[in-house]
Antibody, heavy 114, light 110 residues
Framework: QVQLVQSGAEVKKPGASVKVSCKAS????????ISWVRQAPGQGLEWMGW??????NYAQKLQGRVTMTTDTSTSTAYMELRGLRSDDTAVYYC?????????WGQGTLVTVSS | QSALTQPPSVSGSPGQSVTISCTGT?????????VSWYQQPPGTAPKLMIY???NRPSGVPDRFSGSKSGNTASLTISGLQAEDEADYYC??????????FGGGTKLTVL
């Protein structure tokens, strides 16, 4: 079955960077994009960007701090966020991106704390 | 890109129907049929319930239905069940080749 499995929880200090991975299985990885969505504690969903091969698009508010990449040899997508702040504390999800987002990974909690 | 507008909360008794609205603009909901709805019980990842305005993925009960008129999409849940209690989010593709979510609606089954 189609499945996305994400890397484990991270604790980072303000100003640091974090890189979250998302390994896809059960479908042709290059046929779909991967979107990244985050959810701060008690808050709603926030779309961060999508990546497909060498093409991508990021949410304007994250431009300059986020980079999304893929490794087609391992069917894995990556999301790197730099200059972490306390308000970046959130669960980060990846999702297969066609004309809708499905399925979703299990989520990766990133905590930013000094 | 501003978030789509959803009511913060809705409620209904078992067996009743509820409708959640999702209002966007002519740059997102009004221009694309790439409107989807996601269900998120506490502590879990979102689950796709409706895609492309009104289509149900395999396994989603036909109690869930979607529609769109102009810049507003709607999710209707009929025959409410206790297990439907969750947060619901709408999403739309936009003219900037991005996705935008609604703020979320908490459904309480009384």
């Amino acid at each position: 079955q189609v499945q996305l499995v994400q890397s484990g929880a991270e604790v980072k200090k303000p100003g640091a960077s974090v890189k979250v991975s998302c390994k896809a299985s059960g479908y042709s990885f290059t046929t779909y994009a991967i979107s990244w969505v985050r959810q701060a504690p008690g808050q709603g969903l926030e779309w961060m960007g999508w990546i497909s091969g060498n093409s991508g698009n990021y949410a304007q508010k994250l431009q300059g701090r986020v980079t999304m990449t893929t490794d087609t040899s391992t069917s894995t997508a990556y999301m790197e966020l730099r200059g972490l702040r306390s308000d970046d504390t959130a669960v980060y999800y990846c999702a297969r991106d066609g004309t809708y987002l499905d399925p979703w990974g299990q989520g990766t909690l990133v905590t930013v704390s000094s | 890109q501003s978030a789509l507008t959803q009511p913060p909360s809705v409620s209904g008794s078992p067996g009743q129907s509820v409708t959640i609205s999702c209002t966007g603009t002519s740059s997102d909901v009004g221009s694309y049929n790439r409107v989807s709805w996601y269900q998120q019980p506490p502590g879990t990842a979102p689950k796709l319930m409706i895609y492309e305005v009104s289509n149900r993925p395999s396994g989603v009960p036909d109690r869930f239905s979607g529609s769109k008129s102009g810049n507003t999409a709607s999710l209707t849940i009929s025959g409410l069940q206790a297990e439907d209690e969750a947060d619901y989010y709408c999403s739309s593709y936009t003219s900037s080749s991005t996705w935008v979510f609604g703020g979320g609606t908490k459904l309480t089954v009384l």
